[in-house]
């Protein structure tokens, strides 16, 4: 979000784009186990949704949290989950909006660390709208869901207080390598 400080424009990477969604833990409806809601003092509200190491089940999958949404308009939204994941056989959930079929997320290789997953693109209509989040591999932690408005290249890097992202927080790439043809493949 450019600002400007006399007649400079400066990038505050700090504040979140304009229409940006944040959900906190303690916000989670109809959580049903294994999944648990448990305090987690690293997280920005103090709660994190756990499904803890060992206690899943891969056969049924039967662990859910879910957050009512007021999406202002019909609009296109990137989601975002900040997640714990304990190893590679506990690194992915499902996702799903409304009454739709859940898709995974996650699968990726960053361990015992807070971090944001990038979950997609998802077009979603004006009103109140479900997030579900379902069970697929135990060992896994989320304290913090953000749809942005697409469109943007905001990448969070940090915990969200208020409306604003904490300075600190894992930041896989500094380069995305867009501007050398051939090169991050």
Excluded at 66 to 83: E, G, K, N, S
Excluded at 95 to 114: I, N, R
Aim: glycine letters at 12%.
């Amino acid at each position: 979000v450019p600002v400007v400080e006399g007649d400079v424009p400066i990038l505050r990477t700090d504040r979140l784009p304009a229409g940006s969604i944040v959900l906190d833990m303690p916000g989670a409806v109809g959580v049903q186990a294994p999944f648990q809601t448990v305090a987690s003092p690293a997280s920005p509200a103090g709660l994190a949704l756990v499904l803890p190491e060992g206690h899943g089940d891969k056969l049924v999958c039967a662990g859910r949290g879910a957050f009512d949404i007021a999406v202002p308009q019909d609009a296109a939204y990137h989601l975002w989950l900040r997640c714990r994941w304990s190893d590679s056989c506990g690194n992915s959930l499902g996702v799903a909006f409304a009454d739709s079929e859940p898709v995974t997320v996650g699968q990726d290789a960053v361990y015992d660390l807070w971090h944001w997953v990038d979950a997609g693109r998802f077009e979603l209509p004006a009103g109140t709208t479900r997030l579900t989040l379902t069970e697929r591999e135990d060992g896994i932690a989320l304290d913090q869901a953000m749809l942005c408005p697409d469109g943007g290249s905001f990448i969070p890097t940090g915990p969200i207080f208020s409306g604003r992202q904490a300075s600190t927080g894992l930041r896989r790439f500094a380069d995305s390598f867009d501007r050398s043809p051939g090169h991050g493949n």
